[in-house]
């Protein structure tokens, strides 16, 4: 076991390293200079130039990198341009939010997706298979931002049932954070329903054709027990490793998410430090969201290996 | 054709079980016909046989020629979207499986009638221990507590003769080699005592030293069991060591049937005779063999008449329109062919 | 009760002296008071001094102080602290409030609640920018003991004081008891949510969700008007939008349209800006061609707009010898900015303008801008409560913000001379002048001038809308 | 069969494949010291169990992998020190048939380009002339030149398996080297292609060494026989010796193995206990030890060495001269029932007279 | 493929809107660009059958150039993805090794960052504009090419015809062009589809952003962008380019599905 985690760690480095190397010199290419816009609307020279020495915005980008990634590894990922909040402050403020957006999109996209998605593998050739399958096509088709736009323009604006923004941090009111999350859970969750309603089919139309699944029936078990145990076991492999694969997923739509419900979490914090060059939030929030990706990966992974008895053995 | 098809198969009622046989009628499957969506013609056209209780029936033919299908068949485990049962009917235990609901049938099935299949890798679920997979068949078919089907399940791994069977029973199925992965198959066809094991091909995958192994524990089984066994295999070396009577297969369906002795003494047929006459033998002598020339037909060319007859070295036009009826003898030996017996084409004088 | 004000962006430093944002000074008229304030009609009025008077060679300003207030955290205000709080703008390196008090030369305190201005030379903008972040006045106690730290947890002697803030969420204050004013504020406490969002943060506040939203859409003040419980206050801004253009800015600055004034006129004709105002904001804003608004006292209303008029243009270009010409303009990618550019891009077709539009991120634009990298820049100012905030920084040759290069030694007397005096009549014939010389030369073509539009619930009273776009809070009552 | 005068076409020596085994860091011995020599001319032929690596073993001989450890020589020369070009040049002489007709040939070629390719790389013939050669090598194999034009999966299994060897004969070869060559046919068809390998064999003037399990065709085809037990080999000697009267417990034991198609035939021998060890952890001594009858005590220690046991046989077994070793049988050996006979004969009569009536 | 009616209804879809986008120019409609200021955001009515957006612009005019936009935005990035992704795909899997190990951290590390996020930082960096979107989707989608084509080579690298190749001494060149490529192919055709489908809403969602199609110039996006203010009073704005976008997508999803049905026995 620790050797295979030993092992994974041991790629997950240079990919965090390659990532980072390549955030940090995009930024130095962007146009655009964030000392001109820390300066505000009077771009003093004077302010400008103090700005550019002490965020060392004027030293070779190597060094730059350098000092940037030696106070990484210790831990300290700077401050914001914008607001002077130390990056990892800022990060641990956005970040509840954006997982509990996450989460309640998962547990949304999980109920629809994986139910419809056997039901259709079972019922393959069927009316159900096709209407599910069109549903789940929909699913992806419709951009994520329309439909926000839409479901607020219906949900919060003519019906009046939900709010259409004002994020309330789950610890606060509880229920009143769950009512606000709800359409953009919802919004999130439907593509990933899709894509896993999609993806829970075809394992399990692979399943379905093994031998083993022959022979559980030959044993004379009920169809239930055939699908759900002996198909649906095996099928959730491939699962697994998609679900880490759309949490990769999750945070893209949650950009844009988070930007139309103006949830303050994760995206909007990108999509805002992008648009104000507020270089270390973007090399911060990037190198936060590629290590998530990469832990979401590892536990799948050995999620992956725990259900998997053939894979056991090589932990 | 189908009309033909009912004549060809209903005219004998299979492999009779008088004579040779020790026990009741287990299995009569009569006129069997499977046909697959898309499909022309009956992939499976008219099959008809019979198994007794203690007896093994082999069936025997190439790759594709419907074994597998006829087996399934019988079982009710043919995918029942792809596959039509067009006519027929499999009587077990006075019961036709072929209109049985689903939940009788999954009552049967795994229980008085099993069956173990060809690829022991696949054919068991690779995230459950083999001990759960065999006391789970235990546990679907008697009213028993996890634990005593655990214990049936360490007492079927006994009698299959798996070493250490208490520690087998918690490996997972990767951990066992193909031989040992058989056993755990057999074993949980066994744990029921069936009345009918169905085998397909279960030792085309293992090495021959294990092949070996297998036969004779199946053997030893069934002898101890008196279950009715059919096997399904390509093999006539495997026919001739261990079945009692014997079906020779091709396109779908039984050309000859009869007793082992009489099918390897008197082979009638020209496909039996081509099939046991292309086989290398440890002993024959060198030069070269006898062959089949062409491949099996798809069903899309299967000829109206007899479906060897593209490939039979004595077929005439006869042959390619009109279907030949299987005709029985006095001792169970029957076939289906306008031509036998063969010797009669050589008096006569050359060939076509 | 708590009062939620929906504001359009989140505020940047809770710093006074390093803030930059126009958010930012929403929130800080309800946490820091100044030295002085300004009425809806711009008149320089007392807040934390009470009385101020100038030396005759108007290079000292003397300042009483008002007495008993107390800061946030408990410390006295007086004279030192208004000391301490001018020599942090002026000294600390963050700060963004050097250029406005450049003309301060030294600060004196002369006596506990008089404290006096030296100055370099005479700066008849100073009051105006004490009635702003320069005179914002912070606990000497909290930004000594936290340095550039303060905007954590800043502390002020305004009404409402600092209580939690998450970045892009919210911002919370609670009513500061110890208030010299307490009597005038009425609500507990007050809670600013940016919601970047016009149409969420609308829909926001008729939910009731918020009480009062900064910057509703133009095109929405329809439809709030009809609305039963919500209703617009709205003032005309300080700032002005217009496009600057580059005369001398490196090597871009050499164009036709920046080397010839004629065709800039006869850009500037070929415009309709009232067509504009309506197309685009519903004419809700201020159609505009001056730095002020016409509804600023500076407005020079002799130079009132001409209206569009595409032959004089059309004769303007044959004049600069030029039948067709090819522009590009820089405009910020903002669906707001580019419709204007767009309604821009099909008036001047007609003269002979092709104009092509080039979006930008607005950091990408502030830098072409300051690098000369343009032809045409999209561009605007959020105002300043004095005149020359308007216009100074923006002709006068080699100012910072100067992105045109324009420069011209008789404005730049105009401007210099207008700065030195106290007497507003004088200041404004200067001005008037300088607009003269400038209407012809255009480095700056002025469109129009935003409306502060705010929608306030019907239970919310005493709420006014202010040119300088602020949220005051005094009076102002929920339920 | 072969004359005195040994013409060695390819050598190994000490030939070794080890593979890692997944994230375990185990090793897979596949191959493990393996020497032989092949003679020109004769159809040389290595037994082994099933999935321990026989082809390994064939992809080493024609270095398409690189060895763990050990030489192969071909003609006199090591293959791991020739050129990639020289390495080329070898590659037409030296050719390989796979097991699975079904995937041995890319499925988006057509049958006359897959012929031809060799061609292009190994000769100068012009376009015509390659069409023209293609024609004759799918005549050759028993295929129609107009197949040219179709892609492999219009074929049949054995027809597939024709092309193949149709594409290695192109570049007219020394050596074939068959992967289990006919094991996924139907025995119809099987028939069919030892028979074509025959001819192909005396008409070419090949070499063939052939890789299987099943021992009735090794039988039929070979003049030489290895076996191998766990990657390495056992015993070696002429076929007709080694099935008459074999010199390694576990060459009888898969003689006894083999199910014969004889009815009612006495069980001759035990059948082989034990499974086959993992190649992960081969037993220690002699590695067939834990199953063989006649093991003994030093076979749990000592591990036997390859020795000449007479007559161009060689063996590795501690025991191999005490032991008399029940081979084929006498009972196996004799003719079936005799109207079981003539109906045979009178069967191949008919088949190949049609077969040349038509052909 | 023609068997599958949901397939040949996507592909009549995604031929209706080429067509579409191919006849623009030819179409009896007034410039995506002539605006009407006597007729801003108007509903549909018989002169404008779709409406006019906030500029008086007529949207059944801007939504056909838009299609333009889209449907390029769609094909050129996903040309991008695939002309720059698979040799690299080729290159990692058929050589295996240190090769293997460069080009599959970095894919890793482009696949670590979100697609979209990392999109809009392209975007951001190259400037907006519709091009500068297309290559920054592009760059976006083209790990998903690398991995896709490298496992596919892994696969068919260890078919035995490869090895085939190999024993009649084959060079790499020609295997790779004539053995591995070809067997590659239609997996990579069939992302290639789905791919253009995920591309297309990637365009809109940057021009949502302001960070594609750039004015007067209309995308269906950037169309989005502008009507999300205009909500209440004119909701067919945001209408048509919503439904536009689900059409064409999900056209180019069924197309990419019955590809694969047809060319690739494997589901998903
Ligand atoms: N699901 C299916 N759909 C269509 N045709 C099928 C299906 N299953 C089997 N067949 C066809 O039925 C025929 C008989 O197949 P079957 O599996 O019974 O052969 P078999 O004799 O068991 O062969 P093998 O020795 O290879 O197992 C074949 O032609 C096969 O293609
Ligand atoms: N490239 C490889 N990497 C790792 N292990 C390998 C590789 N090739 C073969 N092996 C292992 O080596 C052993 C022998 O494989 P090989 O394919 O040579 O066997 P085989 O005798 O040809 O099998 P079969 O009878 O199935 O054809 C197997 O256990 C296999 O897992
Ligand atoms: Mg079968
Ligand atoms: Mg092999």
Redesign the interface.
């Known amino acids: 076991m620790l050797r295979y985690i030993a092992k994974r760690f041991a790629?997950a480095i240079?990919?965090?390293v390659?990532?980072s190397i390549?955030?940090f010199s995009?930024?130095k290419?962007?146009?655009g200079d964030p000392a001109v816009i820390m300066a505000g609307e009077q771009r003093d020279p004077q302010v400008i130039a103090y700005l550019r020495e002490k965020y060392h915005l004027n030293d070779p980008v190597p060094e730059q990198y350098a000092f940037w990634a030696g106070r990484a590894v210790r831990g300290d990922l700077g401050q914001s341009l914008r607001s002077d909040v130390p990056v990892l402050d800022l990060i641990g403020d956005k970040l509840p939010v954006t997982i509990q957006l996450a989460v309640m999109a998962m547990i949304i996209a999980f109920a629809i997706g994986i139910p419809a998605g056997i039901v259709s593998a079972v019922k393959k050739g069927t009316i159900t298979d096709?209407v599910a399958n069109?549903v789940a096509?929909?699913g992806?088709?419709?951009?994520?931002?329309?439909l926000g736009?839409?479901l607020?323009?219906l949900v919060s604006?003519h019906l009046g049932w939900l709010p259409a923004s004002g994020y309330v941090p789950l610890t606060e009111a509880p229920l009143r954070s769950i009512e606000t999350m709800l359409m953009p859970a919802f919004v999130l969750g439907t593509a990933l329903a899709a894509t896993l309603m999609?993806?829970t089919?075809?394992a399990m139309?692979?399943v379905l054709q093994a031998d083993y699944v022959r022979t559980a029936r030959a044993k004379g078990l009920g169809e239930r027990v055939v699908i759900l145990k002996h198909t649906f076991r095996n099928a959730v492999l491939p699962i697994v490793t998609l679900s880490a694969l759309l949490f990769?997923?999750l945070?893209?739509?949650a950009?844009?998410t988070e930007?139309i419900f103006t949830i303050p979490g994760f995206g909007k914090l990108?999509?805002d430090a992008?648009?104000n060059r507020d270089y270390p939030v973007?090399q911060g929030v990037?190198l936060c969201?590629?290590i998530g990706?990469?832990l979401m990966?590892f536990f799948a992974d050995i999620l992956y290996v725990v259900l998997n008895p053939r894979m056991r053995e090589s932990l | 054709m189908s009309v033909e098809t009912v004549e060809a198969g209903g005219r004998a009622n299979g492999p009779a079980n008088a004579g040779s046989g020790d026990g009741a009628t287990v299995l009569r499957v009569s006129d069997l016909s499977v046909r697959f969506a898309g499909q022309p013609v009956d992939t499976i056209d008219g099959v008809s046989f019979t198994l007794s209780a203690g007896r093994t029936l082999c069936l025997v033919g190439e790759s594709g020629c419907g074994k597998s299908v006829t087996s399934l068949a019988t079982m009710r485990l043919l995918p029942e979207k792809a596959a039509r049962i067009t006519s027929g009917e499999a009587r077990f235990e006075d019961r036709d499986m072929l209109r049985l609901s689903r939940r009788e049938i999954e009552r049967v099935r795994g229980d008085r009638m099993a069956m173990i299949f060809q690829e022991p890798m696949t054919s068991l679920n690779p995230v459950f221990k083999v001990g759960d997979q065999v006391a789970e068949a235990v546990a679907r078919h008697r009213k028993v507590g996890r634990r005593e089907a655990r214990e049936r399940a360490l007492e079927m791994f006994r009698r299959v003769q798996i070493p250490a069977p208490e520690r087998r029973l918690d490996d997972y199925p990767h951990q066992l080699s193909g031989g040992m992965r058989q056993r755990v198959m057999i074993a949980m066809a066994l744990a029921n005592d069936p009345k009918l094991l169905i085998a397909d091909e279960p030792t085309t995958a293992l090495d021959v030293t294990i092949q070996a192994q297998i036969l004779r524990l199946m053997r030893t089984l069934q002898d101890e069991s008196g279950a009715a066994m059919l096997l399904i295999t390509h093999d006539l070396g495997v026919v001739a060591d261990i079945a009692d009577e014997v079906a020779v297969m091709y396109a779908g369906r039984i050309v000859e049937s009869g007793p082992v002795e009489t099918i390897f003494n008197d082979p009638q047929h020209p496909y039996t005779i081509g099939l046991m006459s292309s086989m290398p033998t440890l002993g024959a002598p060198k030069g070269r063999l006898a062959t089949i020339p062409g491949s099996v037909p798809s069903p899309f060319e299967f000829p109206p008449g007899c479906r060897f007859a593209t490939r039979c070295p004595f077929a005439q036009t006869r042959c390619f329109s009109e279907v030949p009826p299987f005709e029985r003898n006095d001792d169970g030996h029957g076939w289906a062919c306008w031509r036998t017996p063969i010797e009669t084409i050589a008096e006569a004088g050359g060939h076509a | 009760a708590t009062l939620k004000i929906g504001l359009a962006d989140d505020a940047d430093v809770l710093d006074p002296d390093q803030a930059r944002t126009f958010v930012g000074r929403i929130v800080f008229t309800a946490l820091c008071d100044k030295l002085v304030d300004v009425t809806p009609e711009l008149k320089i009025v007392p807040q934390l001094a009470t009385k101020w008077s100038w030396s005759d060679d108007q290079k000292t300003l003397t300042m009483q102080l008002r007495k008993g207030v107390k800061f946030q955290d408990g410390t006295t205000f007086d004279a030192a602290a208004v000391k301490a709080n001018i020599e942090r703008s002026k000294t600390l390196k963050e700060s963004r409030r050097k250029s406005e008090l450049t003309s301060i030369d030294s600060v004196e305190v002369a006596g506990d609640h008089t404290v006096k201005f030296h100055l370099k030379q005479p700066d008849a903008t100073l009051l105006a920018q004490f009635a702003d972040r320069s005179g914002m006045m912070m606990s000497p106690t909290a930004f000594k003991k936290e340095g550039e730290k303060f905007s954590s947890d800043p502390v002020c002697s305004g009404p409402f004081q600092f209580v939690n803030r998450v970045q892009q969420d919210r911002i919370e204050l609670k009513k500061f008891d110890g208030y010299w004013n307490a009597d005038k504020i009425k609500v507990d406490a007050v809670t600013y949510l940016p919601i970047p969002?016009?149409?969420v943060r609308l829909s926001n506040l008729r939910s009731g969700d918020l009480d009062i939203v900064d910057r509703v859409?133009p095109?929405?003040v329809k439809?709030v008007e009809q609305a039963p419980d919500i209703h617009i206050e709205k003032a005309v801004s300080l700032g002005y939008q217009g496009i600057t253009i580059n005369i001398d800015n490196t090597k871009r600055g050499d164009t036709p349209i920046g080397n010839e004034k004629l065709l800039r006129q006869a850009l500037s004709l070929s415009i309709d800006r009232n067509?504009l105002n309506?197309?685009?904001f519903n004419g809700v804003y201020k159609a505009g061609n001056q730095p002020f608004p016409p509804t600023s006292p500076w407005y020079d209303k002799s130079a009132s707009m001409s209206g569009r008029d595409i032959d004089k243009a059309k004769a303007l270009m044959k004049k600069a010898g030029q039948e067709k010409v090819s522009l590009t303009m820089n405009a910020p990618?903002?669906?707001?900015e580019?419709?204007v550019?767009?309604?821009l891009?099909?008036m001047i077709k007609p003269a002979g303008f092709d104009l092509k539009?080039q979006?930008?991120?607005f950091a990408?634009l502030l830098s072409a801008d300051t690098a000369g990298n343009f032809e045409l820049s999209q561009i605007g100012w959020s105002g300043r409560i004095d005149p020359d905030g308007n216009i100074d920084q923006f002709v006068r040759c080699g100012a910072g913000l100067n992105d045109s290069h324009y420069c011209n030694k008789k404005v730049d007397t105009l401007l210099q001379d207008a700065r030195e005096t106290q007497d507003n009549a004088e200041r404004k014939q200067k001005y008037d002048a300088a607009n003269e010389i400038l209407m012809k030369d255009l480095p700056i073509i002025y469109l129009y001038h935003q409306t502060w539009l705010f929608g306030v619930r019907k239970d919310i009273n005493g709420f006014k809308a202010y040119p300088d776009g602020m949220i005051r809070l005094e009076g102002v009552t929920k339920g | 069969m072969s004359d005195r005068r040994r013409d060695i076409v390819i050598e190994t020596q000490d030939l070794v494949r080890h593979f890692s085994s997944g994230g375990s860091g185990r090793t897979v011995r596949a191959v493990d010291g393996v020497s032989l020599s092949v003679e020109r001319g004769e159809t040389f032929a290595i037994v082994r169990e099933s999935g321990c690596g026989k082809s390994t073993l064939a992809?080493l001989l024609?270095r398409?992998i690189e060895p763990t450890a050990g030489t192969v020589v071909y003609e006199g020369r090591d293959l791991s020190s020739l050129s990639p070009r020289q390495?080329?040049?070898a590659?037409?002489r030296?050719?390989?048939v796979?097991?699975?007709p079904f995937?041995?040939?890319?499925?988006?070629?057509t049958v006359g380009t897959l012929v031809g390719?060799?061609l292009i790389?190994?000769t100068g013939l012009s376009r015509s002339e390659r069409r023209t050669r293609v024609g004759e090598l799918l005549e050759r194999v028993g295929l129609r030149a107009e197949h040219a034009e179709r892609y492999p999966h219009e074929f049949s299994g054995g027809q597939r398996q024709r092309v193949?060897i149709a594409?290695?004969l192109?570049?007219e070869p020394t050596v074939l080297v068959g992967d289990e060559p006919v094991s996924a046919l139907d025995v119809s068809v099987q028939a069919q292609i030892i028979n074509l390998m025959e001819e192909l064999k005396s008409d070419f003037g090949l070499t063939l060494v052939v890789i299987a399990h099943d021992l009735a065709v090794i039988r039929h085809m070979s003049d030489r026989v290895a076996v191998m037990y766990l990657g390495e080999i056992v015993e070696l000697a002429p076929a007709d010796a080694l099935f008459d009267a074999p010199g390694h417990p576990y060459t009888e034991a898969l003689i006894a193995a083999i199910p014969v198609p004889r009815p009612g035939r006495e069980e001759h021998g035990e059948a082989l206990g034990g499974d086959i060890p993992s190649p992960l952890a081969p037993p220690s001594g002699c590695r067939f030890h834990p199953r063989c009858p006649y093991a003994v005590d030093r076979c749990t220690r000592e591990k036997p060495m390859l020795e000449t046991a007479g007559r161009g046989r060689l063996v590795a077994c501690h025991r191999q001269k005490e032991l008399s070793l029940a081979g084929v049988g006498a009972a196996v050996a004799a003719g079936a029932n005799e109207k079981a006979l003539r109906r045979f004969e009178l069967y191949r009569q008919h088949a190949e007279g049609n077969a040349a009536g038509s052909g | 493929m023609l068997a599958n009616p949901?397939a040949l209804f996507g592909l009549a879809l995604v031929c209706f809107f080429i067509a579409v986008a191919i006849l623009a120019p030819i179409l009896p409609l007034d410039g995506p660009?002539a605006?009407d200021?006597g007729a801003?955001r108007k509903a549909p009515s018989a002169a404008h059958w779709l409406g006019t957006d906030?500029?008086?612009r007529d949207l059944l005019s801007r939504m056909v150039w838009g299609a333009r936009a889209s449907l390029m935005a769609g094909v050129v990035s996903v040309f991008i993805a695939v002309v720059v992704g698979v040799p690299f795909g080729l290159v990692a899997g058929y050589f295996g090794g240190w090769v293997d190990q460069i080009i599959s951290?970095?894919v890793?590390?482009?696949?670590?960052?979100?697609?979209?996020?990392l999109a809009?930082?392209?975007a951001?960096?190259l400037?907006?504009?519709l091009t500068n979107a297309m290559i920054a989707i592009g760059l976006s989608a083209m790990p998903v090419f690398v991995r896709l084509t490298r496992g596919q080579v892994l696969a068919v690298k260890t078919?035995?015809?490869?090895?085939?190749?190999?024993?009649?001494?084959?060079?790499h060149g020609r295997i790779l062009a004539?053995?591995i490529l070809?067997?590659v192919f239609a997996p990579i055709l069939v992302q290639a589809t789905l791919t253009v489908?995920t591309a297309i809403?990637a365009e809109?969602?940057l021009s949502?952003?302001?960070?594609g199609q750039?004015?007067?110039a209309p995308s269906w996006?950037s169309m989005?962008?502008?009507a999300?203010?205009?909500?209440?009073?004119a909701?067919w704005m945001?209408l048509w380019?919503?439904i536009a976008?689900?059409?064409v997508?999900?056209g180019f999803?069924?197309l990419g599905?019955g590809l694969r049905d047809a060319l690739d026995p494997?589901?998903?």
């Not at chain 1, 992806?140 to 329309?146: A, E, G, T």
């Not at chain 3, 990618?333 to 707001?336: A, E, F, K, L, R």
């Not at chain 4, 995937?103 to 070629?109: D, G, T």
């Open positions: 790629v240079p990919t965090l390659i990532v390549f955030v995009l930024q290419m962007m146009p096709y069109f096509l929909s992806l088709s419709i951009p994520n931002f329309w736009i839409m607020i323009l604006v999609r993806h089919r075809s139309l692979g990769g997923e945070l893209a739509g950009v844009l930007q990108i999509v992008v648009f973007v990037v969201t590629a990706f990469i990966n | 969002d016009a149409t859409a095109t929405d439809q067509a309506q197309v685009v990618n903002s669906p707001q580019l419709q550019a767009q309604v891009q099909s539009i979006p930008m991120e990408s | 992809r024609l398409l390495m080329r040049a590659r037409a030296l050719q390989f796979f097991q699975d995937s041995s040939l890319n499925p988006r070629m390719e060799p790389v190994h193949a594409r290695a192109a570049s | 949901s660009a605006t200021w801003i906030d500029l008086g951290r970095i890793d590390a482009l696949l670590s960052t979100p697609f979209l996020i809009i930082a392209l951001a960096f400037g907006p504009s078919e035995d015809y490869v090895e085939g190749a190999r024993a009649i001494g084959l060079g004539r053995y070809p067997n489908a809403i809109a969602s949502f952003l302001g960070l750039q004015p007067p996006g989005l962008n502008t999300k203010n205009f909500l209440d009073q909701p945001a380019p919503g976008i689900f059409l997508v999900i999803n069924l599905d494997r589901e998903i």
